[in-house]
């Protein structure tokens, strides 16, 4: 009988992904095994685009590609390279009918005319952050197809409310990797260990704190925002909360996930109904902060019940620990917006 210091050098590494997948099949909703091969070959990819980041300084794919994206942003390299990735791995796994990305201007039609899911994804948010090596994200939404299988896919398919989701998450790349997934029970996160290439749940049932002491904007645009946000952002200032803002949603959103907090994108005048976008941003952290307990809207408007109706729509957001999120709402419409 081993001793108890034995035990203790041989400890299970406990459940992969694709266990705790497996295992939850039958949860999920019209569970027949495809949603589970599509959340795989997202993980696939995201262990590729890992390598790639982490390897960026050595081999000259750091910086600008030289073109601009879909929304006149400009690329980075590894914007095009995690595409390229995520868009190969969900096109030849074969569970996705139709494709959205930040990356692209149309949506991608795969030729897998018979699967029943169509994925919105952000394929590296934040990445104007990977040249001084902060962390980054990758975010994925996953809905079932309106049309029938067996079509063509349409925009029907793909412009649809962030409530119809049936699986979201997203993948930190920071000083560890970690995928945060929700299929609609609750949010669990897996750590990557990456001498074995696998993830493993390392946070069963995430829950957010119902309030923080953490706000994270760019208050550098504070002279941009609503008289109610900059109200809001005085009741921070005056309460002493910390003001922390990475630039980068997926770290500040995982950041708040842990401690309690709330990240807002209000509008501005550069972007006038805000910067996230609605596909790509807003639905899929809007779903994980919901599952674990918190809340994210547009100030006025659940961010789950926006009928999308262009697919780079943008919308205002804050996200996070429910009673701060609802005391910002409470604030924002309380005044009358300068750009009304
Ligand atoms: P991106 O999709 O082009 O990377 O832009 C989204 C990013 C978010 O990660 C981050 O929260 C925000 O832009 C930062 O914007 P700003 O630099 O205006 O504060
Ligand atoms: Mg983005």
Redesign the pocket.
């Known amino acids: 009988m081993a001793d108890k210091n034995f035990e203790k050098l041989i400890l299970p590494m406990g459940t992969t992904l694709d266990r705790f997948i497996m295992r939850n099949q039958a949860h999920f909703p019209y569970a027949t095994g495809e949603l589970s091969q599509l959340l795989r070959d997202i993980a696939l990819a995201s262990k590729i685009v890992n390598r790639e980041i982490n390897r960026a300084g050595l081999i000259n794919i750091a910086g600008s590609y030289g073109s601009n994206?879909a929304?006149g942003?400009e690329q980075q390299k590894l914007?095009v390279v995690a595409n390229v990735r995520f868009s190969r791995a969900l096109r030849n796994g074969g569970e996705a009918c139709a494709i959205i990305s930040?990356e692209d201007d149309d949506m991608v039609i795969t030729g897998n005319n018979a699967s029943k899911y169509v994925v919105a994804i952000?394929p590296?948010?934040?990445?104007?952050?990977i040249d001084v090596n902060v962390a980054?994200?990758t975010i994925f939404s996953i809905y079932r197809r309106r049309t029938p299988v067996n079509t063509t896919p349409t925009m029907e398919d793909v412009l649809q409310a962030g409530r119809w989701q049936v699986a979201a998450g997203y993948i930190l790349y920071g000083s560890s990797t970690m995928l945060v997934l929700t299929t609609g029970k609750g949010v669990h996160g897996f750590t990557y260990e990456p001498s074995l290439g696998e993830y493993y749940l390392s946070h069963p049932d995430m829950r957010i704190p119902e309030t923080g002491t953490i706000y994270s904007v760019?208050e550098?645009?504070l002279p941009d925002f609503e008289p109610g946000v900059q109200r809001y952002l005085e009741y921070c200032r005056a309460k002493r909360y910390s003001g922390r803002?990475?630039?980068?949603?997926?770290?500040?959103f995982h950041r708040n996930l842990f401690k309690g907090g709330i990240?807002m994108?209000p509008a501005?005048a550069?972007?006038p109904t805000g910067?996230?976008?609605i596909m790509?941003?807003c639905n899929p952290l809007a779903f994980l902060a919901e599952q674990a307990g918190g809340k994210a809207t547009t100030g006025t408007e659940r961010i789950l019940e926006i009928q999308p109706t262009s697919l780079h729509q943008r919308v205002p957001l804050y996200i996070g620990s429910r009673q701060m999120v609802e005391h910002a709402e409470a604030l924002l419409q309380a005044e009358v917006p300068v750009r009304a």
């Open positions: 994206n929304h942003e914007d930040e952000d590296l948010d934040g990445s104007s952050n980054v994200g760019n550098g645009l803002y990475i630039g980068s949603f997926v770290a500040d990240f994108y501005t550069k972007h910067k996230l976008r790509y941003e």
